[in-house]
């Protein structure tokens, strides 16, 4: 009986009518991780967004499982050579189990990694095929993703308390994900754009308690930064107006350069699809200065070539100093490291963290500046 039973599945996998290409957009989003997944309204097309990690663009396409009252999307990344996404979404009620708002969709993602998510799904704000739908499904003005935003006045919270909170209370939009840093605890949720409207899913994020008045501050912008909101982009800076309230203000933070800036490095991929921490007794270290990256790999330095287009990098074969160093595990080292360098394709810079990615997704190195800001 079991066997019949997957054999009707898999008849039903192959065989399923693909779904109407006028199919609504949809965000799908869950906790604990907190992730994220856009199908855009045409049906062929996803991003998936990850903590931690670079957000992978995927080509696919939809299917209908009648017999399950399912249906499957299935795509493969748009560059790189990582496996594939699979999205199971299931019509019904669903609760993200962060707020009282009931979601119209159930999904269960499976990724090339094992991994598996479950979380709810609402109609993407402004789906061109949804009726009275304006703007491009998920769309952004560009103006509003792209650099962070630092929060300079929230209604009913004091302006030196906002001012003292280290390293400020910064927000930054991309790809559908919001990420939040309110001098405690990091957040993370999704987000919608139709018009000059921004919907705001539920965050998510660590758990530290921390003293006052930073936990104030911060249970102030999760309530703030919730629902929809008004948005207005100007030369001074950003405004998020919720209904009748106050707007809350931000300021732009300058745009982070690569060139100039020297780093120590924390956290490498050792091309065994790990992130690992240097070996005690070695310090790798990571430069860049007019178009080469340089640094100390342990035991040897190296120097390679690079080009960056905003957060893209490409970066050309590294040439090493030829010494031979005692201990064990560090020419291994080495060789991952100066590999892990040459693999970067995305980078972020978030305060005095760099953090480098592959064309994969998977994180390449994370690094902590050891040149101050702006020098």
């Known amino acids: 009986m079991l066997t019949t039973r997957i ?21 799908c989003f869950g906790n604990e991780p907190s992730w994220s997944v856009r199908l855009h309204g045409a049906g062929d ?13 995927y080509r696919g396409a939809s299917t209908e499982l009648a017999a399950l009252h399912e249906r499957a999307w ?65 769309a952004a ?17 004091d302006g030196a308390d906002l001012a003292a909170v280290p390293g400020g209370v910064t927000v930054t939009f991309a790809a559908g994900a919001v990420q939040v840093f309110a001098g405690c605890n990091r957040m993370r949720g999704s987000y919608d754009v139709a018009g000059d409207a921004l919907r705001l899913g539920p965050l ?11 936990m104030t501050i911060e249970n102030a912008v999760r309530a703030a930064l919730a629902g929809e909101l008004r948005f207005a982009v100007t030369p001074a800076g950003l405004t998020l107006t919720p ?41 790798l270290t990571l430069a860049f200065r007019d178009g080469t990256i340089s640094g ?43 590999a892990a360098v040459e693999s970067i394709t995305v980078w972020s810079i978030e305060r005095d963290l760099l953090d480098a990615h592959r064309a994969d997704g998977q994180r390449a190195l994370t690094a902590k500046r050891t040149t101050p800001a702006g020098e």
């Open 7 to 27: 054999a009707v599945v898999g008849v039903l996998l192959l065989a399923g009518a693909p779904a109407p290409a006028a199919a609504q957009a949809l965000t």
């Open 45 to 57: 097309a996803a991003r998936l967004a990850l903590p931690d990690e670079a957000p992978v663009e």
């Open 74 to 138: 299935r795509g493969r990344p748009v560059a790189g050579s990582g496996g594939d996404l699979v999205v199971f979404l299931r019509d019904g009620a669903c609760s993200d189990l962060m707020s009282d708002v009931t979601h119209p969709v159930t999904a269960r993602v499976s990724l090339a990694d094992g991994r598996l998510l479950a979380g709810c799904c609402r109609v993407a704000a402004g789906d061109a095929g949804t009726p009275g739908g304006g703007a491009a499904p998920g």
């Open 141 to 157: 003005p560009a103006a509003l993703e792209g650099h962070g935003w630092q929060l300079a006045s929230l209604p009913g919270v």
């Open 204 to 214: 998510a994020g660590t758990m530290m308690a921390c003293p006052e008045p930073q």
């Open 243 to 283: 209904a009748a309230a106050q707007p809350l203000v931000f300021t732009r933070i300058p745009t982070p350069v690569l060139d100039g800036t020297s780093w120590q490095v924390t956290g490498f991929n050792n091309g065994r699809e790990a992130v690992v921490s240097p070996l005690i007794g070695t310090t």
């Open 296 to 338: 100390h790999a342990g035991c040897n330095t190296f120097r390679a070539s690079y080009q960056a287009d905003g957060d893209r990098l490409a970066v050309g074969p590294a040439a090493t100093t030829r010494k031979a160093c005692a201990g064990e595990g560090v020419m291994e080292q080495e060789r991952a490291y100066v």
